[in-house]
């Protein structure tokens, strides 16, 4: 006989009982209590814990007597720092999540520096490499190469269709600095969405988790016997973008009111499907355009104080970009902004950035290079193949090094210290996830540049004492700007997102340095504000897209800028 448990609920404890398969559970009678009506307990063991509803109060007597929320986030506060492990802490949440997400939530908002790292990078990339053996329950939604041609069926199933507002989606190809996770790479858009909860105030009920599952070419998780994806390599690009094109036009069909961000797709998907998808739906990629926006912010902050150390003019820096993948490009297309903003035209601003890739500095008569590397390909360089890092600073004379490589020590002393003898104040961002592939650590920047470095880096490092001063690392992660620019579109009701939008994004997060933030030599300002921060870039974002003609939320347009702010933080949820 084949049994299938079956979930219930005695006396508010959930409980499995094994029934025959073909036999189903009591029918409801309207005198059925709620804790046994099986259609409640579908509810309750809905598959996607951010939908479930938070779970009813218990009958007097079921609770210990002296169960209080404000004491009880202490107790889980407590619990979560009593493991050693940031992997056993993830898992801890996880399930705290899943079991009392308000609590959860309030615990993120009111933690956020100590959270952040656990539920986010860098131990989301942990979380993500051990997936398959960690996991526990369903959340998000997973849609394979073998849903082509009923896309739309797979996605009606969601539960929750009509509230749906933000997704995240991943194919799972280049997750973080980690590669080709395949299907283990759905934690990234899980974590993502925590952030937009927790940090714009995002509802949980309309975030929706999304992992497509287009096979692997990771061959360990292949043969891997606890791996959850489909056993099979990554299909070729062609059934790819068949399969893209039907998923894009399913989500617009079935979620009408949805922004889709595109997360840690492989550098040529990434640039492809922006492409192919950004006048047509309101998309944006996160490793482009979020983490592009969030190194401009960064960058205007420390070329101030590089330039006044310097005495050089704004306009003066020179950008050398360690790795040209999908972010290092990115970041290039959006510093271009910086320049502009100082004047100078487009020509000028891309002779100011140079790219370095695995085979050294990319210039044009280096031979066939892919399409995203060629418009920063130096047409001013033809010697031979320049490939050390320290030949390549003392040629470009840059100030500011920026690190998208993901090889961790790749600025190593000799090259921080030529890039100090170039500069007072170098600007030294080593941005790759997670933290153990950072092209060097806080620490090592510090000493090799004597204390001089303006850092910023894409994983947390903590903050340090040198020659008997404090200094403080900022993050550059596009985590600053996402929640703020997802909540300014959902708001806004945007057609599109347009560059102008993401600019304003960057610009907002720039400006909202505060000034005991600027008296520390701060880049970024601190986490525990972002809820404020992403009320500010929200608000850049929807006057942009009103700008741009590219919102769909006229009412907004009559408020002013006070007006709607208020309007902004009213709309945030809280836990
Ligand atoms: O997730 C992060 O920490 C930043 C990011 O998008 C990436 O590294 O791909
Ligand atoms: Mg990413």
Not at 44 to 61: D, F, I, Q
Not at 349 to 363: C, K, M, N, P, T
Request: proline share 7%; glycine share 8%.
């Amino acid at each position: 006989m084949t049994i299938v448990l079956t979930p219930y609920w005695a006396n508010g404890v959930q409980k499995l009982k094994v029934i025959p398969r073909g036999e189903s559970p009591t029918p409801p009678s309207p005198t059925t209590p709620l804790s046994r009506n099986p259609h409640i307990m579908l509810t309750v063991m809905n598959p996607v814990s951010a939908l479930r509803p938070a779970p009813a109060r218990l009958a007097h007597g079921l609770t210990p007597p002296a169960l209080d929320d404000s004491v009880h986030s202490v107790r889980c506060l407590a619990q979560l720092r009593s493991k050693d492990r940031n992997i056993e802490k993830y898992i801890y949440l996880t399930q705290l999540k899943d079991a009392e997400p308000n609590m959860f939530y309030k615990l993120c908002v009111d933690n956020m520096a100590e959270i952040t790292p656990l539920i986010y990078t860098p131990t989301v990339g942990d979380a993500c490499l051990q997936f398959s053996h960690i996991y526990r329950r369903p959340e998000g939604l997973y849609i394979s190469i073998k849903d082509k041609g009923k896309i739309g069926e797979v996605l009606r199933n969601w539960p929750r269709i009509d509230e749906a507002r933000i997704s995240v989606v991943t194919d799972g190809s280049r997750i973080l600095g980690l590669g080709d996770l395949g299907v283990n790479g759905m934690p990234i858009s899980i974590g993502k969405l925590s952030l937009y909860i927790a940090g714009a105030g995002i509802r949980p009920s309309s975030t929706v988790p999304i992992c497509l599952d287009l096979g692997t070419n990771n061959q360990k998780f292949l043969e891997d016997p606890l791996y959850l994806g489909l056993r099979q390599p990554r299909v070729p690009m062609e059934e790819m973008n068949e399969f893209m094109e039907e998923f894009m036009f399913e989500m617009s069909r079935t979620f009408p009111n949805l922004l889709v961000q595109f997360e840690d797709f492989a550098t040529d998907k990434a640039f492809a499907y922006l492409s192919a998808f950004r006048n047509r739906y309101p998309v944006f990629n996160d490793d482009i355009q979020g983490t592009g926006g969030v190194v401009l912010s960064g960058f205007m902050n420390a070329a101030k104080l590089s330039s006044i150390a310097s005495g050089r003019p704004l306009s003066d820096h020179r950008i050398l970009f360690l790795g040209a993948g999908s972010a290092g490009v990115g970041v290039a297309q959006q510093l271009m902004s910086f320049f502009k903003l100082q004047g100078l035209s487009q020509q000028e601003a891309r002779e100011r950035i140079w790219l370095v890739d695995s085979q050294g500095l990319v210039f044009d008569k280096r031979g066939k290079l892919a399409e995203h590397k060629l418009y920063f390909s130096r047409k001013d360089y033809d010697g031979p193949p320049m490939t050390d890092l320290v030949d390549i600073i003392n040629y470009v004379k840059p100030t500011a090094l920026l690190g998208l490589s993901t090889i961790k020590g790749a600025f190593n002393e000799p090259v921080i210290k030529t890039m100090s003898e170039l500069n007072p104040r170098p600007i030294i961002f080593p941005l790759s996830n997670p933290v153990r592939l950072s092209e060097c650590e806080f620490t090592e920047a510090l000493e090799w540049s004597n204390g001089t470095a303006i850092f910023a880096s894409g994983s947390p490092f903590p903050e340090q004492e040198f020659n008997g001063k404090m200094h403080y690392p900022g993050q550059g992660n596009n985590m600053y700007i996402f929640p703020g620019l997802g909540l300014g579109c959902i708001l806004s009701k945007v057609k599109q997102v347009t560059d102008g939008m993401v600019e304003a994004a960057s610009l907002g997060l720039a400006n909202s340095l505060t000034p005991e933030e600027k008296e520390l030599d701060l880049v970024y300002p601190k986490i525990e504000r972002i809820r404020d921060i992403s009320a500010e870039i929200a608000r850049s974002v929807i006057r942009a897209a009103q700008k741009d003609g590219a919102d769909g939320a006229p009412e907004l347009k009559v408020m002013d800028d006070e007006a709607l702010l208020r309007y902004i933080k009213s709309r945030m949820w809280n836990p």
